[in-house]
């Protein structure tokens, strides 16, 4: 019954909380103190990790049905994996919106490949009611909808034109402008629009439901508004493809990807120096700094910053080239997408990054996962490399957290260091 103007997101944490403990604690005849504790509450996000588990499995199963070749043990080591992706696994035994966030959207997207779209509608709103930015992730699942009707119109036309270049060279701008014309012609169609808005209605209208809310609360942020304005934060998205890069080194960082990447370099050095100077300009007119990240020394994004970005004025310029070789290597694991797929799932991440001023790792959790959830699999040896990875960084972030506790001079409470 009491609300703290500093929360920021809608009450689906503490509504579902209230659900899962009262009938818990009238069937056991627990106390008021024993149902509020913190030991009970943080149970709440226990369950959602187990349950987050098992979903990651189950979007592996789906997504990747058609690859026979991928056994059983490797689907549940990577559902594993994912499962214990470290910025994600911390907030597992806190009371924060990320277990629970996560899993509605992962559940959204679950019954959005399964053609259950008015429950996955569903699902998207309860996600929604733990942290207003994941209707993004409703609209992916729309656009996911969308994409795979797009794919079977394109193929309809490569056939009528018997033109095997455009699909086998679909990363060329020619390539690009023949999509986009072939995307404007399918979406100006009366009789296509019907067809698509026929499936993706529940999407429309959570989606217009949204736009109510924004209009009525004048915003998408409640509670405190002044540490959380939106505004065009391009290098986003350039942290999001550095923190994914090293998230994902064995499958991201290999010296074969170099190799590759060296040599797509050679071949278009005209199409590279155009990306890097529009990532020039980026990052010179639109890089925000958040005062959260220069004030709060608890967080691992205040060294990052300091450490590294602050050590010179020029060192964000000079990390352009990684950023390129990042983008270029995650677009390169996409592959097996198609073009509609890879432009709707880059329109969400821009859409889920860009206007958020604070560099904050939670808010690359679930861009994240969807990515791992739609490149190959990786082999057995780079799956274990991978999570004998995380399951270090959680080692020592959990060890960072319980023993290197410090206080601040103006504060008598004990600060601990975290995602």
Same mark, same amino acid.
């Given at each position: 019954l009491q609300w703290d103007p500093m929360i920021t997101t809608?009450?689906?944490?503490?509504?579902?909380?209230?659900?899962?403990? =009262?009938?818990?604690?009238?069937?056991?005849?627990?106390?008021?103190?024993?149902?509020?504790?913190?030991? !009970?509450? *943080?149970?709440?996000?226990?369950?959602?990790?187990?349950?987050?588990?098992?979903?990651?499995?189950?979007?592996?199963?789906?997504?990747?049905? =058609?690859?026979?070749?991928?056994?059983?043990?490797? *689907?549940?080591?990577?559902?594993?994996?994912?499962? !214990?992706?470290?910025?994600?696994?911390?907030?597992? #035994?806190? +009371?924060?919106?990320?277990?629970?966030?996560?899993?509605?959207?992962?559940?959204?997207?679950?019954m959005c490949l399964y053609g259950n779209h008015k429950t996955s509608a569903l699902l998207g709103f309860c996600g929604f009611m733990f942290r207003q930015t994941n209707i993004v992730w409703t609209v992916f699942c729309a656009g996911s909808v969308v994409a795979e009707k797009l794919n079977e119109a394109w193929k309809i036309e490569l056939q009528k034109k018997k033109d095997e270049k455009i699909s086998s060279r679909k990363g060329s701008f020619s390539d690009l402008s023949r999509i986009l014309q072939f995307l404007v012609g399918y979406l100006l169609s009366p009789k296509n629009l019907v067809t698509l808005t026929a499936v993706t209605w529940p999407y429309i209208i959570l989606v217009s439901l949204f736009f109510v809310f924004v209009f009525i609360n004048g915003g998408i942020v409640v509670g405190d508004r002044s540490s959380h304005e939106a505004c065009l934060h391009f290098p986003q998205l350039f942290y999001f493809l550095s923190f994914t890069v090293f998230f994902s080194f064995p499958h991201l960082l290999t010296p074969t990807k170099i190799r590759k990447f060296l040599l797509s370099l050679?071949? @278009?050095?005209?199409? +590279?120096?155009?990306?890097?100077?529009?990532?020039?300009?980026?990052?010179?007119?639109?890089?925000?700094? @958040? =005062?959260?990240?220069?004030?709060?020394?608890?967080?691992?994004?205040?060294?990052?910053?300091?450490?590294?970005?602050? *050590? @010179?004025?020029?060192?964000? +310029?000079?990390?352009?080239? #990684?950023?390129?070789?990042?983008?270029w290597s995650f677009a390169d694991t996409l592959k097996s997408k198609s073009i509609f797929w890879i432009l709707m799932y880059f329109v969400c991440l821009l859409a889920v990054t860009v206007p958020q001023k604070l560099l904050e790792f939670r808010y690359f959790i679930l861009p994240f996962l969807i990515y791992k959830l739609n490149i190959p699999f990786l082999s057995l040896y780079r799956q274990l490399l991978e999570l004998a990875f995380?399951?270090?960084v959680n080692a020592v972030t959990f060890y960072l957290f319980l023993n290197r506790t410090f206080q601040w001079k103006n504060s008598d409470e004990v600060q601990r260091f975290m995602w």
């Amino acid at each position: 019954l009491q609300w703290d103007p500093m929360i920021t997101t809608l009450p689906g944490l503490y509504l579902l909380s209230v659900g899962v403990v =009262k009938p818990a604690a009238w069937l056991l005849g627990w106390t008021g103190s024993v149902v509020c504790s913190v030991g !009970m509450l *943080r149970f709440i996000n226990l369950l959602f990790s187990a349950g987050n588990f098992y979903l990651l499995y189950l979007l592996l199963f789906k997504i990747h049905q =058609k690859n026979k070749a991928v056994s059983g043990f490797q *689907r549940i080591l990577s559902a594993l994996t994912l499962a !214990m992706f470290p910025t994600l696994y911390f907030f597992t #035994f806190l +009371y924060y919106t990320d277990p629970g966030s996560v899993f509605f959207t992962l559940f959204s997207y679950l019954m959005c490949l399964y053609g259950n779209h008015k429950t996955s509608a569903l699902l998207g709103f309860c996600g929604f009611m733990f942290r207003q930015t994941n209707i993004v992730w409703t609209v992916f699942c729309a656009g996911s909808v969308v994409a795979e009707k797009l794919n079977e119109a394109w193929k309809i036309e490569l056939q009528k034109k018997k033109d095997e270049k455009i699909s086998s060279r679909k990363g060329s701008f020619s390539d690009l402008s023949r999509i986009l014309q072939f995307l404007v012609g399918y979406l100006l169609s009366p009789k296509n629009l019907v067809t698509l808005t026929a499936v993706t209605w529940p999407y429309i209208i959570l989606v217009s439901l949204f736009f109510v809310f924004v209009f009525i609360n004048g915003g998408i942020v409640v509670g405190d508004r002044s540490s959380h304005e939106a505004c065009l934060h391009f290098p986003q998205l350039f942290y999001f493809l550095s923190f994914t890069v090293f998230f994902s080194f064995p499958h991201l960082l290999t010296p074969t990807k170099i190799r590759k990447f060296l040599l797509s370099l050679r071949k @278009h050095p005209v199409q +590279y120096s155009l990306i890097a100077v529009i990532s020039l300009f980026l990052i010179w007119k639109f890089t925000f700094v @958040h =005062k959260y990240l220069l004030a709060d020394n608890r967080h691992y994004t205040f060294y990052v910053w300091r450490k590294v970005f602050q *050590r @010179h004025e020029l060192v964000k +310029y000079l990390l352009v080239p #990684f950023y390129i070789f990042a983008g270029w290597s995650f677009a390169d694991t996409l592959k097996s997408k198609s073009i509609f797929w890879i432009l709707m799932y880059f329109v969400c991440l821009l859409a889920v990054t860009v206007p958020q001023k604070l560099l904050e790792f939670r808010y690359f959790i679930l861009p994240f996962l969807i990515y791992k959830l739609n490149i190959p699999f990786l082999s057995l040896y780079r799956q274990l490399l991978e999570l004998a990875f995380y399951i270090l960084v959680n080692a020592v972030t959990f060890y960072l957290f319980l023993n290197r506790t410090f206080q601040w001079k103006n504060s008598d409470e004990v600060q601990r260091f975290m995602w």
